[in-house]
């Protein structure tokens, strides 16, 4: 198995952390409150699908919400 690189590191432990919240924008926010950096949706949507892909994460559409 491929090592994961310090990106999906970050990523997977924002989800571990906003556990059901994980969604999209909650990601981001939360890398960009964590690293003080600015994140793009971009630069955490392709490692989520990597991710995903590679079988380490499972996505499923949810329902519209007022916070999505």
Do not use: C, W
Request: aromatic letters at 2%; proline letters at 1%; a positive charge.
């Amino acid at each position: 198995m491929k090592s994961l690189t310090r990106k999906e590191e970050l990523i997977m432990l924002s989800i571990l952390n906003l556990k059901k919240n994980a969604y999209l924008i909650a990601i981001v926010d939360h890398l960009s409150q964590t690293t003080k950096k600015n994140v793009s949706l971009t630069s955490v949507h392709l490692p989520l699908k990597r991710l995903e892909k590679n079988g380490l994460l499972k996505s499923e559409f949810g329902e519209a919400t007022a916070v999505r």
